[in-house]
T-cell receptor, first 107, second 113 residues
């Protein structure tokens, strides 16, 4: 089964605003990870949240995990033009990444 | 530590040819995974190698194969290329398994004409 489906597929915001993207998955997880991909390049790991954690912060990133709803959200605060990228969630199960959320931050 | 490297970065082939892509993982990493990324299908998992053994496999035809060497470097081969094989091929390494942080290379952009 597919894991890690992101929502929305595309998001466009002004610089300085917050960006929130969501991820839903289908089976139990060990952890959930978020990655960023700048156009045509490799993915970069952003943050990992374990299944027994509910929230985690890293700089301007905040990740929440609700295992009862099998969902996670990634919040990027005070967005910058450099945050323009695609964001993927990944659960490690079957090595599946979702289709990603394409974030555009307008200067 | 040096990051994951992939060679070549760009490749142009014609239908029917075969191609070999190479991936050198981060030193000490024993797991190497390969992905195909296309605009229509997103990131699709090809296979994972660990200590020279294929440990996991995605849903790709037998034209796609791979191997891993004793130094953890990995190669993937695509035989009888089709136009639909045009994609960005990414490899990722991790210390142990798919549940660990994945470190990605820059990718190989394959164009099949």
């Amino acid at each position: 089964s597919q894991q890690g489906e992101e929502d929305p597929q595309a998001l466009s915001i002004q610089e300085g605003e917050n960006a929130t993207m969501n991820c839903s998955y289908k089976t139990s997880i060990n952890n959930l990870q978020w990655y960023r991909q700048n156009s045509g390049r490799g993915l970069v790991h952003l943050i990992l949240i374990r299944s027994n954690e509910r929230e985690k912060h890293s700089g301007r990133l905040r990740v929440t995990l609700d295992t009862s709803k099998k969902s996670s959200s990634l919040l990027i605060t005070a967005s910058r033009a450099a945050d323009t990228a695609s964001y993927f969630c990944y659960t490690g199960n079957q090595f599946y990444f979702g289709t990603g959320t394409s974030l555009t931050v307008i200067p | 530590k040096a990051g994951v490297t992939q060679t070549p970065r760009y490749l142009i082939k014609t239908r029917g040819q075969q191609v070999t892509l190479s991936c050198s993982p981060i030193s000490g990493h024993r797991s190497v995974s390969w992905y195909q990324q296309t605009p229509g299908q997103g990131l699709q998992f090809l296979f994972e190698y660990f200590s020279e053994t294929q440990r996991n496999k995605g849903n790709f035809p037998g034209r796609f194969s791979g191997r891993q060497f004793s130094n953890s470097r990995s190669e993937m081969n695509v035989s009888t290329l089709e136009l639909g094989d045009s994609a960005l091929y990414l490899c990722a390494s991790s210390s142990a398994s798919g549940y660990n942080e994945q470190f990605f290379g820059p990718g190989t952009r394959l164009t099949v004409l």
